[in-house]
């Protein structure tokens, strides 16, 4: 297919072609767009898809090109007051990638599971500061933390509240920052109690003519637990819901948000093409330009997701410039940490850090190890991301056959936060490789005990 007939069915050919024959430079065109050179580039390649109607008009009026001719009506159709057109698609849900939700009743031991939930109770407790008597119970086992989450989880999204009791007077909001608190320092026995708690209370207060912004933080919370633990099934769910419900509280961070959790999830369905267009589409939304510095600190958590995303198709240099203008919002927002509650917050410092998994992901662990030089963990905001730091790079020595480097590098992610390097698949299954790959240590061999892999 030639140039011309491609330019009829292609948009982004037809502005890249209507753009030089106007003579107008990549930045001359996002200037009268409103977006980057960069991202006017993306979408003249096909990139970044354009389909979005919104970001059709205004192509269509700076190139006065005919609407008609990238698919749009002359005139938007008005019904009733109100203009329809197309609403934007997402993805259906792919096939389960993964063995199913967790079950407690298959084959698992329902007292073992109330004891587990007992202990769990004390947890909380404790961390609440509410006095706790001495039981004698054992101390909560940490590698069966994940599948005890995901269980609670999926009960309190499908309305089984039997075991969820929401303590009178109890504050919403001061129970999200609690469980946002737990989430950052890998508390996730405390969250295991809190967070379903937190999803009960939400739905209760939405119902009752509040506010849904605190339905939908509770949901963005769950999704990003559920990414972590590997239930991409609940996730999907999760995200779906508080999309909706960011979209019913009218609040453009959290929309966006949940625009990324559900590019995360794409992702890893190897939906490649989906998710960089999600994420693209949700960081050149009109809503998040002309913002304050939150809002550009969302534009680059967005464009750092289609940056991993891209690793992951293969695309390096795809990757690489999509990180570069990720950092480069962060620079221009200065060094201090935006957004933490948004799955660690946005800055050069945690630009930084997922530039270690992508590269790992592109294909070469060297480069990975080397961005992670470029890191002070204790730079990093929160506990969370400093185990992310040291799991990324066991990761990167795992694929380079580093193995006593690996084990020490999942040693210091245990060190810094156990329950989460205890419950976490990801790591289960780089343990699990280390151990029928060669040589076994005795840390190797404990660390295989205490997350479950040997038993």
């Given at each position: 297919?030639?140039?011309g ?10 502005v ?31 990139i ?16 006065g ?24 698609a997402?993805?259906?849900l ?33 961390t ?62 405390s ?65 966006a ?16 093409e ?16 002309g913002?304050g510095?939150d809002?550009?600190?969302?534009r ?156």
């Open positions: 297919m030639d140039a007939s491609r330019a009829q069915t292609d948009p982004g050919e037809l890249r072609r209507t753009r030089k024959e106007q003579r107008l430079t990549l930045a001359q065109l996002g200037k009268l767009t409103g977006y980057s050179p960069a991202q006017v580039s993306r979408y003249e390649r096909g970044s898809p354009l389909t979005d109607v919104t970001v059709l008009r205004v192509f269509a009026n700076a190139l090109i005919a609407p008609q001719a990238l698919g749009l009506t002359p005139q938007p159709d008005i019904r009733h007051g109100r203009v329809i057109g197309p609403t934007t997402y993805p259906r792919p096939a389960s990638k993964v063995a199913g939700t967790a079950r407690w009743e298959d084959g698992e031991d329902p007292v073992r599971r109330r004891q587990l939930l007992a202990n769990l109770a004390v947890t909380v407790a404790a609440a500061g509410a006095p706790v008597l001495h039981s004698g119970r054992p101390p909560v086992n940490e590698a069966a933390l994940g599948k005890i989450l995901v269980a609670r989880l999926r009960d309190a999204m499908l309305g089984l509240h039997h075991d969820i009791t929401v303590p009178s007077g109890a504050a919403p909001n001061t129970d999200l920052s609690r469980a946002l608190t737990d989430f950052h320092t890998c508390r996730y026995g969250l295991a109690v809190r967070l379903p708690r937190l999803i009960h209370a939400g739905h209760a207060h939405s119902a009752s003519g509040g506010d849904c912004a605190l339905l939908a933080q509770s949901y963005l919370l769950a999704t990003r637990m559920l990414i972590k633990l590997d239930e991409q099934q609940l996730g999907w769910m999760a995200a779906d819901r508080a999309r909706q419900t960011a979209e019913a509280a009218g609040d453009v961070l959290l929309v948000e949940a625009a990324r959790q559900l590019a995360v999830l794409a992702r890893k369905a190897d939906w490649h989906q998710a960089m267009s999600i994420a693209l589409t949700a960081a050149d939304h009109p809503g998040l330009r913002g510095p809002h550009a600190a969302e680059g958590l967005l464009i750092q997701s289609a940056a991993y995303t891209a690793a992951r198709a293969g695309d390096a240099a795809g990757m690489r410039e999509l990180t570069g203008e990720a950092a480069a919002i962060a620079g221009e927002l200065g060094g201090t940490v935006l957004l933490r509650d948004h799955g660690g917050g946005f800055s050069p410092t945690t630009v930084q850090l997922h530039l270690i998994s992508a590269e790992n992901s592109a294909g070469d662990p060297s480069t990975a190890l080397a961005a992670a030089r470029a890191v002070a963990p204790q730079s990093l905001p929160s506990t969370e991301r400093r185990a992310r730091y040291y799991t990324d790079i066991a990761a990167a020595y795992g694929r380079w056959g580093r193995r006593d480097d690996c084990v020490r590098a999942l040693l210091a992610a245990e060190h810094h936060a156990p329950e989460e390097t205890h419950a976490r698949p990801a790591v289960k299954s780089l343990v699990s490789g280390l151990l029928v790959s060669g040589r076994v240590t005795t840390e190797l061999r404990g660390l295989a005990a205490r997350t479950g892999v040997l038993v």
